[in-house]
């Protein structure tokens, strides 16, 4: 069942190419496009809520779920090993930008930053639901940076560095809540694998960063983790224990082809592949199912 054309993670495996390079891009990508410095900017992880929706969804998320389970080879340990050390880069450089954050606030003009902060958000979760919706939108470094020239102040701009080591220790901590979630799908791999529909997951979690989005523009309350709920909501109706592998349903269908043709009959027409796959679209120029 984990069969998944996630948008967002088959643009990137055009340009990077392998799994672990992949996995690393993906999970480095808040970082290199600022979206987390603008979490934190805005005040996502003054809850401990906070900490775990911005590690799940964000470090997390349905891309480094799709990778680890439809891209990544090895044995379940073997993949536990590779998210460790791609998590020792991770973490140091989480800290390195929650240091950073404090000083840029003296920069800007909250009220109108954080504005962009929910709207960066909300792009990434319109290209996480649709590659063609994502086709039009900027990305998300784009808005971040438009954000910073119009929110900033320079009648009270100061350069000195600031410090504040309980928001790095949760910068570090909601990194090592992406990197734990990420070690946790790969070591229920082959149970999830067979289990769990990516598409489903994909759409869901869309859904959740739009509730994270809609938090973050102060439309609902920040201490109210309406998004983990969503997140978790989703979670449950993606896992289906029953589901059988791919592979053995082409199985049957090989074997109902065979029985037929021994009959002396037509062979029964295949059924549908479309019939089976997810229920939301998908799209055409995107390349064959993952798995």
């Known amino acids: 069942m984990s069969v998944s054309q996630h948008p967002v993670a088959l643009r990137l495996e055009r340009q990077v190419g392998g799994a672990t390079k992949l996995l690393a891009t993906v999970m480095m990508l808040p970082l290199i496009d600022g979206i987390f410095p603008a979490l934190i900017l805005a005040g ?17 998320g349905s891309a480094t779920v799709a990778v680890v389970l439809a891209e990544m080879d090895g044995s379940p340990r073997e993949r536990m090993r590779t998210i460790a050390l791609l998590g ?48 039009y939108l900027p990305r998300p470094a784009v808005i971040i940076g438009l954000g910073l020239i119009a929110s900033f102040q320079p009648a009270g701009a100061s350069v000195a560095f600031v410090s504040d080591p309980g928001l790095v220790v949760r910068g570090v901590a909601a990194a090592a809540v992406g990197v734990g979630f990420a070690m946790l799908v790969a070591a229920l791999g082959p149970v999830l694998q067979e289990s769990v529909d990516l598409d489903l997951f994909r759409f869901g979690s869309a859904v959740a960063l ?9 439309l609902m309350p920040t ?16 896992f289906d224990p029953d ?11 090989d074997a109902a082809e065979d029985a037929g043709a021994d009959e002396g009959g037509d062979a029964p027409p295949a059924a549908d592949d479309e019939g089976r796959s997810s229920p939301f679209p998908v799209e055409e120029e995107s390349r064959a199912p993952w798995l």
């Not at 996502?44 to 997390?60: H, K, Q, R, S």
């Not at 840029?104 to 996480?128: E, H, P, S, W, Y």
């Not at 739009?210 to 102060?218: D, I, N």
């Open 210 to 218: 739009g509730m994270l989005a809609l938090s973050v523009l102060g």
């Open 88 to 135: 020792l880069v991770l973490l140091p450089a989480a800290a390195v930008e929650a240091a950073l954050a404090p000083t840029v606030r003296n920069l800007v003009d909250m009220a109108v930053f954080q504005r962009f902060a929910g709207l960066v958000i909300l792009t990434v979760a319109a290209k996480t639901a649709s590659a063609r919706v994502g086709e």
């Open 243 to 253: 589901g059988s592998p791919l592979g053995d349903e082409d199985d049957d269908d």
């Open 223 to 238: 201490e109210a983790p309406v998004a983990l709920g969503v997140l978790c909501v989703t979670a449950v109706f993606s």
């Open 44 to 60: 996502a992880l003054t809850y401990p809520f906070g900490i775990l929706e911005t590690g799940l969804l964000i470090f997390g």
